[in-house]
């Protein structure tokens, strides 16, 4: 009882403070964007929680629990990913008046490439945030004994209470909560992981170095490990310059902040505390590797995910339980809360605002909670056809990284190029989008590939495709 009284007290509140930011909304500015006026590191703070889901904390635990820290290569590309973002996409989005990213490709390329790059978003987002969502069932139904269905529905329904009032202000600033809440309760389940192997943190090093658990590089050319250092640095650069720099998700963050310095500022900060939290996650699924060689379950677990969310309800302390569950739906919440108002702003500034540009604020203002009310019922719907597949961390990556080829090389072509044009975009995004498919379903290329096949595709065929059509471009941009 002490557990559910921690878990209800936490999810009354936070569904609380993010109301508090309701009155504020009075524009589209104020609702999408915060009016602009968030400070650099509260953005860093919320750029870590939107891409730290549930399925970071349930799921990667499981991947040092089954393998070792390799991981951590793909961070390091992380953090190279933002650098490319800082210095390539940042000073295009504060040049004007920016509410999604995708209006930097109408700018580019115009009107229909704009909309075929806001519709694949909105159709590969909701899908990825199908499988974080299912993700939230495995430990709300762990915690408190629910089936899949109620327990979607409890934290979906709280989410998007907060995001349907209080908007990109709601949003932000109960994700610096959130990432307190979840980081907090990481470290909890790290002292009392020590306190209940014999010997502490001696017996951790030895059984878990002994298993080779603490080891990081795989410097090997191969392109069927998805861990190696290769796959890490380069699949990671590429996937974090689509992720945080095409997809609404991040980048509607990156353009709330009060200026470009600022934007640039919170993205490289935030890969500082994705490293430090990726290296924590992985620690305790280290620790739980010795814990249970230790003591081994009655049962084996069925999959990898169910491990840290069992051991938590199962060995810790009541009370301390508690917070650790509330810690993993803050992830949670704190992810779909990001999804629900990346996909409303898109569905009104890149489709709705296009048919209907002269409507006036208070009938944007109204359309936007509907767009975020139907996004919400998409969301659960996705969830619940979501609960067949492997390790939940690594499909709904996949899922992304699917479409993140094909935006991120007609970025590139935007950006980059001078002789690219919108028929030859659109050519190359489709091809590279079909190779990205192929590749995801008929192959055994691992997902750390995805991007850089995809984008590379992209970006030659759209290349080649516009000098061959000849069209004259739309714009530059400077």
Known sequence: MLDLAVIAAYLAGITLFGLRFRKRQRTLRDYFLADRSVPWWAIALSIVAAETSTLTVISIPGLAYDKDFGFLQVVLGYLAGRVVISLIFIPQYFRGELFTAYQL??????????????????????????????????VVGIAIGTGDVWSIAIILLLTFVYTLEGGMAAVIWTDVVQMAIYLCGTLVGVYTILHLVPGGWQTVVETAGAAGKFQVF???WTMATPYTFWAGLIGGTFLTTASHGTDQLIVQRLLSARSERDSRTALISSGVFVLVQFALFL????????????????????RSDRIFPTFVVTQMPHV????????????????????LNSLSSSTIVDFYLRLRPHVDERRRMVVSRVATVFWALVLFALAMLSR??????????????????????????????????ERGAIAGMACGFATSLYVWLATKVPWTWYV?????????VGYIASLVMGEEKRSELG
């Open 105 to 138: 490709i109408d700018r580019r390329f115009g009107p229909v490439l704009h909309k075929f790059t806001a519709g694949l978003f909105l159709a590969t987002r909701a899908a990825a945030e199908g499988v974080r969502v299912f993700a939230v069932s495995i």
């Open 388 to 421: 067949r597949g492997g390790r939940v961390v690594e499909v709904g990556l996949s899922i992304a990284s699917v479409a993140y080829g094909a935006l991120l090389g007609v970025f590139l072509l935007g950006v980059l190029t001078k002789r690219a044009n």
């Open 320 to 339: 301390i339980s508690g917070l650790l569950i509330a810690a993993i739906l803050a992830a949670a919440m704190s992810n779909l809360s990001a999804a």
């Open 283 to 302: 620690l305790v699924g280290a620790m739980l590797f010795v814990f249970y060689r230790l003591f081994p379950p009655l049962v084996a677990f069925e």
């Open 452 to 460: 850089v096949i995809g984008s590379v595709v992209t970006f030659g």
């Open 218 to 220: 795989d410097f090997r």
